[in-house]
């Protein structure tokens, strides 16, 4: 497998992918034992789209993506091309009032990564920023996760998470970290108007550097007996509130 190329596994990852990027898709592979619905639409996507379609084993497939679960469908598509400093710093540059950023400060998991990728689409983020050495970055497992979103939310990976939150901060954006010791509920906060949202890894949360760049630390307001949230959970509640404030402001 080439550095320029990678595989995309999955029913739904595969679809997504061919609808949103046909055009770095290069060819496909599917369980000759598949005969449903399902793989007829992935046939039908890559005859549009122009997508070499090959029929394999089930144990070709599992050598392809090394034991990862396929579903039947293995896509080798080109590498997106990477995106970090100088094209956070341009998309800023030419945003409004309307601009959300996501950061997650040291999320590692795959799944979560991918989870919280397809939350921000959902929820109208502009952009998701992770640190280029603490992160999987687009990996497989990430697409699969996302179905889709990896290819429709712009991804950043920077140098040092911490010196662009402070760039941000100079070019006008608010910054608001949650964390469970956060000064304030998330529901007593403006989220409105250009903002960053930054979570922290799983288990450590925010890193204490990146919580003294925040504009303002928030809570997620809890009344069980668990400690924490899951990072992609918390994520949800997050954006989902902002998403709310600011399609009522805007009415």
């Excluded at 540059?93 to 959300?100: I, P, R, Y």
Aim: aromatic letters at 4%; one cysteine or more.
């Amino acid at each position: 497998m080439s550095r320029d190329t990678q595989l995309i596994y999955g029913l739904h990852a595969v679809r997504h992918a061919l609808e949103a990027a046909p055009e770095v898709c290069l060819e496909l592979w599917l369980q000759d034992e598949r005969v449903d619905a399902a793989v007829q639409v992935l046939q039908e996507a890559c005859k549009r789209a122009g997508v070499a379609v090959h029929s394999a084993d089930g144990r070709t497939l599992d050598r392809l993506v090394e034991g990862a679960r396929h579903q039947g469908a293995v896509l080798r598509r080109r590498v997106a091309p990477s995106r970090g400093d100088q094209e956070l710093d341009a998309m800023v540059d030419a945003a409004g009032s309307d601009l959300l950023l996501l950061a997650l400060d040291g999320v590692e998991d795959p799944n979560n990564l991918g989870a919280c990728l397809r939350t921000a689409d959902a929820a109208g983020v502009s952009g998701v920023i992770t640190g280029r050495s603490r992160g999987p970055g687009l990996t497989p497992a990430v697409y699969k996760v996302a179905c889709g979103a990896a290819d429709r939310v712009e991804f950043f990976r920077v140098a040092n998470l911490v010196r662009v939150l402070t760039r941000l901060k100079a070019a006008g954006v608010r910054v608001v970290g949650a964390t469970a010791s956060g000064d304030s509920s998330i529901y007593a906060v403006d989220l409105c108007g250009p903002l960053l949202v930054v979570l922290g890894g799983e288990g450590r949360g925010l890193r204490s550097l990146t919580a003294k760049q925040c504009d303002q630390l928030v809570h997620i307001p809890m009344h069980g007996q668990v400690e924490s949230l899951n990072v992609s959970v918390s994520t949800g509640i997050l954006l989902y509130e902002a998403f709310r404030q600011r399609s009522q402001a805007t009415r």
